[in-house]
């Protein structure tokens, strides 16, 4: 164990190549038939509360559109601080998350109403696709840093991957990882849904691990499909055998299709039964959503009032 | 064909989302004939289909009411060309489970069908009819115009089966509302032939969904419900009505009871009143 975990920690292109050949296979019906039990699993009445509770606190409030302007930004911002305005006991989410030039709105917006304490997580190195240079990568990044972004969350460049260009995809990391130094936490986007197999999301897990992600995330939420069970699955072995190695905690953050309360205590379940329950927290797990929010604060109305809510009850954004 | 052939027998299912789920629950009940032979295994829908219905409905309720009313009108007379073919289906189910001759089914389908022509063409007339430009004392033009209310729950009288469905069921779609059938618990099978012949009628998937099972244990979620807006509560004791209403004051639900099968009113019921104000001149 002692030199995998050197593999892993000693920065070295060379050694984590030679890591990354020792990793066995996954075995994708396994996967598949292990994520799918553990979805049948039941979870109701005060269980499913405390789930609602830590889902929502586990929440990265999204809003990636080309159309976002201030007054979205802002708005999503008093949801993530208050979701639901006619109970306060709500808990606020994890973060939000924006394009880069809505940092700053968002950022002051938090400061100004009550919300210092909830994180701007920005998507950075030209997201969602990742096809730019070096140098746009690093002024994104930077511009985001400078604007209070505290989390940054990059992708990784697939085409390089998928080609078996492992170094440039190291060394991107590893770079946007220095810009980051402690001032903000770096997500590594995967976009498992173009990485096409099992084998390569636990590769471009460890991958990213080790060039110093302090997250792992599924997906842009752009290309589908995005978080799927297994996928996450597999994620959260990535994290957990790290762990063993190195006794790193990693955390992993699904994005992209968890739209429903049943999908989101599917995520927390995996993480329990693969990961371990010290993942169970907004330090190491995180949901990158927009509309889950909402369906999660309708089924708090049902346990709370005991008849079903409607979408109608909820603010839209 | 040899004697010696397995029937297929049909799985009697929901009609959610367009889609023809078994219950989540997983839970069946059995439907006997007026003979007390046993004909059938229908699902037994719980809350939690109920929920899914009332999502589907809500789903497709902007389409459905966003559609031309003239678009309604085409696809609720295409719902009677569909039941038309179904005629003999009809018929050997509402004899097995009602007891009556086949005659005097037939003519029950026949009204049935007939009935989803008459309420075709309110789709497009309803507004004209019942709405109004009202005399208001400024430059403005000022119109009212009656809309779709939204989801809308439907309890159909059990007896007769199919034609107490559909009387039911149409006016409230004609008014442009989304539904969700409760089908009788003792005379279901109308109501699930009718989701077939409703699967095939360019009715967009989660317009009606129809949940088999007891009416008794889905009424007050259905009430209860927030985004549930009205109620037909015609197939209910007046018991179960008045827990019905009690359990809807909170949200304000439209219930109401029908006696006449034809009648505008039981789609004005349905609809609300829009008014518009327009500056005359500009």
Not at chain 1, 25 to 30: A, H, I, L, S, W
Not at chain 2, 122 to 148: H, L
Request: hydrophobic share 40%.
């Amino acid at each position: 164990m002692v030199t995998t975990a050197a593999a892993l920690t000693d920065g070295s292109l060379a050694s984590i190549k030679g890591f990354l050949k020792t990793l066995s296979p996954v075995d994708q019906v396994g996967a598949d038939a292990r994520a799918a039990m553990l979805a049948t699993r039941s979870i109701k009445t005060a269980s499913k509360k405390w789930a609602i509770d830590m889902a929502i606190s586990m929440i990265d409030l999204t809003t990636l559109e080309g159309a976002d302007t201030d007054g979205k930004v802002k708005a999503i911002c008093n949801k993530a601080i208050r979701p639901d305005p006619t109970d306060p006991t709500v808990p606020h989410v994890g973060a939000i998350c924006v394009y880069n030039d809505m940092v700053a709105t968002a950022r002051k917006h938090l400061d100004e109403s009550g919300g210092g304490d909830i994180p701007v997580a920005a998507v950075s190195t030209a997201f969602p696709s990742g096809r730019a240079s070096l140098e746009v990568k690093e002024r994104d990044t930077k511009d985001a840093i400078a604007d209070g972004a505290t989390e940054i969350d990059m992708v990784i460049d697939r085409g390089a991957f998928l080609s078996g260009d492992l170094e440039k995809v190291y060394s991107e990391i590893v770079y946007i990882k220095s810009l980051c130094g402690d001032k903000a936490h770096l997500k590594v986007i995967l976009e498992t849904g173009e990485l096409v197999t099992y084998d390569n999301v636990r590769k471009a897990s460890f991958l990213a691990m080790a060039a110093g992600a302090d997250f792992i995330k599924t997906s842009t939420g752009k290309v589908a499909p995005a978080a799927t069970a297994p996928v996450v699955l597999v994620m959260l072995e990535a994290v957990r055998d790290f762990y063993e190695m190195t006794g790193v905690r990693i955390g992993v953050k699904p994005a992209g299709g968890i739209r429903t309360t049943k999908d989101a205590i599917k995520q927390l379940v995996l993480v329990k039964e693969t990961a371990g329950e010290e993942w169970l927290n907004p330090g190491l797990f995180r949901i990158g959503a927009s509309a889950l929010l909402n369906d999660l604060l309708m089924q708090r109305q049902k346990l709370t009032s005991g008849h079903y809510g409607g979408a109608n009850y909820v603010t839209l954004d | 064909m040899s004697d010696s052939r397995i029937d297929v027998k049909k799985t009697y299912k929901l009609f959610i989302g367009g889609a023809f789920p078994r219950s989540e629950s997983g839970r069946t009940y059995e439907v006997k004939d007026s003979k007390g032979n046993f004909i059938a295994n229908p699902s037994l829908a719980s809350r939690k289909d109920l929920r899914d219905a009332v999502v589907a409905a809500r789903g497709a309720h902007g389409g459905w009411s966003g559609a031309t009313a003239f678009n309604r009108g085409q696809i609720l007379y295409r719902i009677a060309e569909m039941m038309e073919g179904r005629t003999a289906q009809f018929v050997d189910e509402i004899v097995a489970l009602e007891g009556v001759t086949p005659s005097v089914a037939k003519k029950q389908v026949e009204e049935a069908i007939d009935l989803w022509v008459w309420y075709s063409g309110w789709c497009d007339k309803i507004g004209s009819i019942y709405g109004s430009t009202n005399a208001v004392s400024g430059s403005f033009y000022n119109f009212t115009i009656p809309e779709a209310l939204g989801v809308v729950t439907v309890f159909a009288p059990a007896k007769p089966s199919l034609l107490g469905l559909v009387q039911s069921l149409a006016p409230v779609l004609a008014g442009g509302n989304t539904a969700i059938v409760i089908a009788s618990e003792k005379y279901p099978l109308g109501a699930i032939t009718l989701s077939e012949a409703l699967g095939t009628s360019d009715l967009p998937g989660g317009v009606v969904n129809i949940l088999t099972g007891s009416p008794a244990e889905l009424a007050p979620w259905a009430s209860s419900h927030m985004d549930i807006d009205g109620i037909d509560a015609s197939g209910l004791s007046t018991a179960q009505e008045k827990d019905l209403r009690i359990a809807g004051a909170d949200n304000l639900k439209r219930i109401f009871r029908f006696k006449e099968a034809k009648s505008p009113q039981r789609v004005l019921s349905f609809m609300e009143n829009k008014t518009v104000w327009h500056p005359i001149g500009v």
